[in-house]
């Protein structure tokens, strides 16, 4: 009865270390997004991603943000070097369907990262 | 670019009374779904509308969608303390077909018992 796991729930970090954040989709789902969402704001799309591909990473910052899906194991977002403004709640979501459908998004609980 | 707004974002109210957030968008939308995000929580998908002048009901909650296929609202009757959270609408961001979604900035909902 797995939804959309997601680990570390929380993370601490100080500037300048790397910020490795899990996901894996629920089961059946081949498809990932991740979100962002600082207090109080509504979530911003980062990137989507299919087993082993990209398929949009437009709201993904140019540098120091990298995200993949692997063939087998989890979705990983990746912050290097990280500034206290990296600081907020990653969501990643998962959804049944593909291009063609806007469907439902299954969310994660989030992992929450603390920059000091 | 696309703009997705919601008000207000944030409504105090005494539990039994009525609660309604708008959502506007600067572009057409393909179709608008609605998430709840307890305090501490996840959103959690409410709902999907799709065709224009649409009107959906679960239980005492009333969600809308504009004839223009721009706006929406989501209309809850006599608030329990149990919908306390912030409600988000959100839309395909810029005509894409997948679950690239703009979210507005949500309504805070507050519930004095």
């Known amino acids: 009865n797995a939804g959309v796991m997601q680990n570390p729930r929380h993370l601490v970090r100080r500037r300048g270390q790397e910020a490795r954040l899990r996901c894996s989709p629920m089961?059946?789902?081949?498809?990932v997004y991740w979100y962002r969402q600082l207090p109080e704001e509504g979530l911003k799309f980062m990137v989507y991603?299919?087993?082993?591909?990209?398929?949009?990473e437009s709201g993904m910052p140019k540098e120091r943000f990298s995200a993949e899906f692997p063939k087998e194991g989890p979705s990983i977002l990746r912050i290097q070097q990280v500034v206290r403004g990296d600081s907020a709640a990653y969501f990643c979501?998962?959804?049944?369907?593909?291009?063609?459908?806007?469907?439902?998004?299954?969310f994660g609980e989030g992992s929450r990262l603390t920059v000091l | 670019g696309q703009q997705v707004m919601q008000i207000p974002q944030y409504q105090h109210v005494q539990e039994g009374e009525d609660f309604t957030t708008y959502c506007n968008s600067s572009?057409?939308?393909?179709?608008i779904q609605w998430y709840k995000q307890r305090p501490g929580g996840h959103p959690v998908f409410l709902i999907q509308?799709?065709?224009?002048?649409e009107v959906k009901k679960q239980k005492r909650l009333t969600f809308q969608f504009g004839e223009a296929k721009k706006n929406s609202s989501l209309h809850i009757t006599a608030t329990q303390t149990t919908d306390v959270g912030t409600y988000f609408c959100?839309?395909?961001?810029?005509?894409?077909?997948?679950?690239?979604?703009?979210f507005g900035q949500g309504t805070i909902l507050t519930v004095h018992p």
């Open positions: 959100a839309g395909p961001a810029g005509g894409t077909s997948y679950g690239k979604l703009t």
């Open positions: 991603l299919q087993k082993e591909n990209i398929i949009d």
């Open positions: 979501a998962s959804s049944r369907s593909g291009t063609g459908v806007t469907g439902e998004l299954f």
């Open positions: 509308l799709v065709k224009s002048g």
């Open positions: 572009t057409t939308l393909s179709n």
């Open positions: 089961k059946g789902h081949s498809h």
